[in-house]
Each structure stands twice: as structure tokens, then as C-alpha cells.
Nanobody, 115 residues
Framework: QVQLVESGGGLVQPGGSLRLSCAASGSIFSINTMGWYRQAPGKQRELVASITSGGYTNYADSVKGRFTISRDNYKNSVYLQMNSLKPEDTAVYYC?????????WGQGTQVTVSS
């Protein structure tokens, strides 16, 4: 079993920045993929960014150039630096860990972008 604990969400004005963190514990394999999804009210959960243990990254088109995903393999942690935030980035952000099914999820952290 894998446990994920997220932190770093909150309220920020448009144009501001936030940094999300997610720490994984439990049965962690060295080769894995971690990342972030988000879900806004009334919308489906969507992939924001992912990063493999080898450092390969993938981003949603809507966040390219604004968000940066990184990880620390020694700490089994993944981070999401979010800059130039927009109101449409408002959502609950979920960290995930994937090695093989099932995908493991964090509890979610709220990000609200509003003036």
C-alpha cells in the first residue's frame, strides 16, 4: 500500500504563485510515475503534469510554460510549482503514484485563484 500526503494549496490572486508538495510512503518502488491531476466543480478530473522516476515530464497544454513539476527520489516526493495562476486553475489538486494498477491517490488539496 502507498500513502500520499499533499500540502501547499490555498487562496492566491490571479498572477500569483503556489507550490504543491506530495510525499509518498509505504511500498514504494524505485521505478514509478508520480504527478498531479485536478478536478474543478462540475468537471472531470484532468491530468496536470506527470514525472517519471527517470525525470521524463508531461504537461497539460493549459499549464505549459506556467507550471513546473519536479521530484526528489530520495524523499519519494513530487512538487508542482505553479506560476502565473489563472482563475481557471481553481480546482482540487490530487497527487498520484503509479507503478502498476491500482493508481494511488492523495486526499487532494484545494487551490483557489481569485481576487
Amino acid at each position: 500500500q502507498v500513502q500520499l500526503v499533499e500540502s501547499g494549496g490555498g487562496l492566491v490572486q490571479p498572477g500569483g504563485s503556489l507550490r504543491l508538495s506530495c510525499a509518498a510512503s509505504g511500498s514504494i518502488f524505485s521505478i514509478n510515475t508520480m504527478g498531479w491531476y485536478r478536478q474543478a466543480p462540475g468537471k472531470q478530473r484532468e491530468l496536470v503534469a506527470s514525472i517519471t522516476s527517470g525525470g521524463y515530464t508531461n504537461y497539460a497544454d493549459s499549464v505549459k510554460g506556467r507550471f513546473t513539476i519536479s521530484r526528489d527520489n530520495y524523499k519519494n516526493s513530487v512538487y508542482l510549482q505553479m506560476n502565473s495562476l489563472k482563475p481557471e486553475d481553481t480546482a482540487v489538486y490530487y497527487c498520484y503514484y503509479y507503478r502498476r494498477p491500482p493508481t494511488h491517490w492523495g486526499q487532494g488539496t484545494q487551490v483557489t485563484v481569485s481576487s
